[in-house]
């Protein structure tokens, strides 16, 4: 067996690290370690200087391994990978401990911080020790793409890749293209005409060459893998089949329903809308009550189902500045009019909102503060010798006193939460949901349009609640990834993927049933289970179901893990000698 010559780099992360934990000590007890050739502390192992030391000292000092102690593999093992690889050393010999996370930001005690760290980088030595060179492995790309979703994102995307010879398939759940920002009548903060801005984009896609346009069509299952997907997609009774090589998620969010919250009334009163609900009145052309009548006294209330334990916990971003987009629209139509922002915090995110604040602000616009935790305010029927139609009743937290507000027109700024079939698509695409059920991107920082699912993009609000300059950004950026694999006309792929030792398969089929990637089928011929490589993610629950232990996970074999566990105890038990 060729020496082992292994270099370790425990990193600081400014203070994020080294705060909690002695990495200096660290880096020279590890250097003790058998097989450790060298062993460095730095502030900012991901930086380009300290990718540039590793792979310095892979020329210089012969490293045939590396160990990199620092943040979540998560967020930087691909970056270390690459450094290995420009050192001319296979990516795959290289082993990533997390002394963040699970480390410095979970403890208070910098002097078992640093033991634990210790441990950590030990174990991390050990596995990397039996760790094996993967070759790469690309696959062709088809240069079609499917968009689901015909919003603002799904419009936009589906233009950029259009517009550079490309085929898009763009399919949209209702009759119509422009999702919410076509009911939007003016944007904020500038207050654009949202139907101006969009209806071009609608005319062009429809018209465009490279676009096949899907109404009232959805997507029946996917199959297939990056640079080879296929669906079948159900519109009007009538299945078509579609391949293609990359797919984008542009099916946006929904807005909560208030109903269920009984403070506020909505559906009880006539007079009480949601936001959205609002957009409707404004582009009638006119504000008026449901009896015809100009209201006198409208109210606008903030995070209706946001920023509520028993709700959303989420701040849906986009109410703030709508809210105040609002009153300033009212205020035009209506100049003698009352008008109360009724809010708990005032969020206005974005370039040009906290100007938009500070214009609203001087307009003769009461701000009244409510405590989300001490009681949300209260809608009521007002009596018939009051002058208004609705009064509501709550403790203003600035001033410190109960107070009762008028209101003839009251507008909820309901929360945005995930699409109602977002769950279900991102199982028929293979991709995660985050716990509010909005999409997870790959990295929230570095790679913020992909997913864990090689090929398959998210874009717009299905994500996160966002607004449509930051939707449009969105999908151009997907949009070029596209672009790029297409024009490079291959892809890599993960190759830590499972392999079947024919000699012991039992041919139970127990990993077909349990795979969530539809990766492993059925050899009728050997009566063994078979696995497609490039499906394959390398989750490992097939291995961990596998009766025979045929099945194995490249990169996380037994000896690998075992030994890593093996490393951390020898680790532990010799400082807790000490």
């Known amino acids: 067996m060729k020496e082992i010559r292994i270099g370790v780099y425990v990193c600081w992360c400014g203070t994020n690290i080294a705060k909690m934990v002695d990495v200096e000590d660290v880096a020279r007890e590890i250097e003790t370690l058998d097989n450790v050739v060298i062993s460095r502390d730095y502030k900012y192992m991901c930086s380009d200087p300290g990718q540039d030391l590793v792979i310095n000292d892979i020329k210089k000092h012969r490293l045939n391994r590396v160990v990199v102690s620092a943040c979540s593999p998560r967020i930087h093992e691909l970056t270390f990978r690459k450094a290995l690889d420009n050192a001319g050393l296979n990516p795959y010999m290289f082993e990533m401990a997390n002394i963040r996370e699970h480390v410095s930001w979970v403890h208070t005690s910098r002097e078992e911080a640093t033991k634990k760290a210790k441990s950590l980088v030990a174990a991390a030595i050990n596995r990397v020790q039996w760790h094996e060179s993967l070759d790469k492995r690309s696959v062709k790309i088809n240069p079609a793409t499917l968009i689901i979703g015909g919003g603002i994102s799904g419009i936009s995307a589906a233009l950029e890749i259009a517009d550079a010879g490309k085929q898009v398939y763009l399919v949209e759940k209702s009759g119509n293209l422009g999702g919410y920002a076509a009911r939007i009548n003016l944007t904020s903060p500038y207050m654009y005409s949202s139907s101006q801005m969009i209806n071009p984009k609608i005319e062009k896609v429809l018209n465009h060459p490279n676009i096949k ?77 449901k009896d015809g009548v100009e209201p006198q006294n409208i109210a606008i209330i903030h995070c209706v189902g946001s920023r509520n334990d028993n709700y959303h916990e989420y701040c849906s971003r986009l109410c703030c500045k709508n809210g105040l987009k609002y009153a300033n629209q009212i205020r035009s139509a209506l100049p003698g009019s009352n008008i109360y922002e009724i809010y708990a915090d005032m969020r206005a995110i974005g370039k040009g909102c906290e100007e938009l604040y500070s214009i609203t602000s001087r307009k003769d616009i009461m701000f009244l503060m409510f405590d989300q935790k001490n009681g949300i305010p209260e809608i009521r029927k007002a009596p018939e010798k009051e002058p208004c139609s609705m009064l509501i009743e709550m403790d203003e937290k600035l001033s410190g006193e109960r107070v009762e507000i008028p209101a003839d027109l009251v507008i909820l700024m309901v929360a945005k939460e995930a699409h109602p079939e977002a769950k279900k698509l991102g199982q028929t695409v293979g991709i995660s949901m985050c716990g509010n059920q909005f999409f997870i991107e790959r990295h929230p920082k570095l790679d913020p349009v992909a997913t864990t699912t090689d090929g398959v993009y998210v874009v717009g609000s299905c994500q996160a609640p966002k607004d449509m300059p930051d939707s449009v950004a969105q999908a151009r950026a997907a949009a070029a990834r596209i672009l790029a694999t297409i024009n490079k006309g291959e892809v890599e792929v993960e190759v830590t993927t499972a392999v079947v030792n024919e000699d012991i398969c039992c041919g139970c089929q127990t990993c077909i049933n349990v795979c969530p990637y539809t990766a492993i089928s059925f050899n009728e011929e050997k009566s063994i289970s078979s696995v497609n490589e490039v499906l394959c993610k390398g989750c490992g629950t097939c291995g961990s179901t596998c009766p025979t232990g045929a099945i194995k996970a490249q990169h996380f074999t037994d000896q690998q893990i075992l030994s890593q566990i093996n490393g951390l105890l020898s680790k532990t038990l010799e400082l807790k000698e000490v």
């Not at 199959?223 to 009774?237: A, C, D, L, M």
């Open 213 to 289: 346009v899907f109404l009232d069509t959805q997507v029946e299952e996917v199959s297939g893998y990056v640079g080879n997907f296929e669906t079948k997609v159900n519109g009007n009774g009538k299945i078509t089949n579609l391949e293609f090589g990359n797919i984008i998620l542009a099916i946006g969010l929904k807005t909560f329903d208030p109903s269920g919250i009984e403070n506020y009334q909505y559906g009880k009163l006539p007079d009480i809308v949601t936001s959205l609900e609002f957009e409707d009145i404004l582009n009638s052309g006119e504000i008026k009550k």
